[in-house]
């Protein structure tokens, strides 16, 4: 069986100006000149797998830049890897029943799962770029091994085979999606419904997902200040005090994860000690 090689439902080009154009939008003045570099997984020799739905890191921009080339090369800067193999498949699979059942007008699904994905994608450069903002990001002055950048590789390959939470059995489910994260996530996606594109904010922030209240707790402890802070960069934004109501839910949900941890270790301790 000849196996029909994959197609993106949206040009990857058209969707990266549309990634980088709105990830500029939410960032404000903090990516003013500041090259950002967003590719897909397809672009890269990674495997097909279907467990990361995108990542950025600190050395990112190193390992994407053979595939960038010369001329698409700025210097250091943020980068993102979107995997776009995945949500693609997911969605052809969602809408298999619709082809089937109108085998002769495929056009109208064809749109359909276009609209869909484009919007996965926007909502998974969103979710990264609350990330760089967090902190993950290049450090112009110091000069990445070349063994940094190779590990890298390896550890995103590993993870889009497999899930990355086999790698740390105890650590939280938030660890990298904590308070201070879905705090940017939250303020992005309602940045981005301002300039017209209507990221689901818990899409964005899945928290969860992540063993956390749901997201719409997390908005509603947000109050008015995405209104109130939308002219601040994404650095500013980032160094600025969350509301003493978001700050208390995040608080809560630590603990309580934390409170459970120490009570399954303390139970697991008691029954091996007889």
Partial sequence: MRIKPYQPPVPLDELRGEAEWLCRKVAGRDLWGVPLYIRF???LPTARGRHLHGCTGPNLDLLFRPHVGRRNWFGRGPAMLIC???KADGLRKSAAPVYAAHPGDTDLTDRAVASL???AVLQTAVHELAHVANGTRPDPKRRAKPAEVEALAKWIDRVIRRPASGDVPDAP????HGGPWVRLALHFAHRARAAGVPLCPDRVAKCDQYGLSPTADYLAALGDEPDRLAGLGMNELAATRAPAAFSALWAGDWCRWHDRRNTKLAADAAG???
């Fill in 41 to 43: 997984q397809s672009e």
């Fill in 84 to 86: 776009d193999v995945a």
């Fill in 117 to 119: 994905f484009r919007r």
């Fill in 173 to 176: 489910p938030f660890e990298s």
């Fill in 272 to 274: 091996t000690s007889h």
